[in-house]
């Protein structure tokens, strides 16, 4: 009988013990957190220049200033004419400037050198718009056979990008000094 009496209390401490684990509960904590990300960009590398250009005719920026995404979040460009000569408006379509009238277009490119032509630009997916902010994407403000890194969207905080502009001078012009242009580039998150 003794040896019974240590070996019940043995398993009586064991079903104890194997009782409270089965007894054990559980619940979780959930949260919720907002990272806050911060929509930036800096342009660098201007004013940028035309040379002289003659009337009816189109000039490429002899640099591309730098667009770079200062901030945290991912950028998306959109351009606009900000600012021009005061007699002068913009042409926003593919008709050719008249009086008066010039025509500007944008290119994201990865080109930071001279060497851009009239050609790599597109009349009608690259025109920058006074009457309106206008997104940059696969087409627009781009040349479409570069790869998307050195587009104007999806630009990772740091992201650097040229940006190139084409200028169609008015088909006549009562202004003949030098002319100043100014577009606004606005970051957002795309």
Do not use: H
């Amino acid at each position: 009988m003794k040896k019974l009496i240590p070996i019940v209390a043995f398993l009586a401490i064991v079903g104890f013990i194997s009782q409270a684990e089965a007894q054990q509960t559980s619940d979780t904590c959930g949260m919720s957190v907002t990272v806050s990300v911060g929509v930036s960009v800096s342009v660098t590398d201007e004013p940028l220049a035309f040379g002289s250009v003659n009337t009816t005719e189109s000039g490429v920026s002899t640099s591309g200033c730098t667009v770079t995404n200062d901030g945290t979040a991912q950028n998306d460009y959109k351009l606009k004419i900000t600012d021009k000569p005061a007699t002068w408006s913009v042409e926003e379509t593919t008709d050719a400037p008249g009086w008066n009238e010039f025509r500007l277009l944008g290119l994201f490119t990865s080109s930071t050198t001279p060497g851009l032509t009239v050609n790599d630009f597109s009349t009608s997916d690259d025109i920058v718009k006074a009457s309106i902010e206008t997104s940059a994407d696969a087409d627009a403000y781009a040349i479409s056979a570069e790869d998307a890194s050195v587009k104007g969207y999806d630009c990772t905080a740091t992201a650097v990008r040229k940006l190139w502009f084409r200028f169609d001078a008015p088909s006549g012009t009562d202004l003949t000094d030098t002319q100043w242009i100014t577009v606004t580039v606005f970051a957002y998150q795309g």
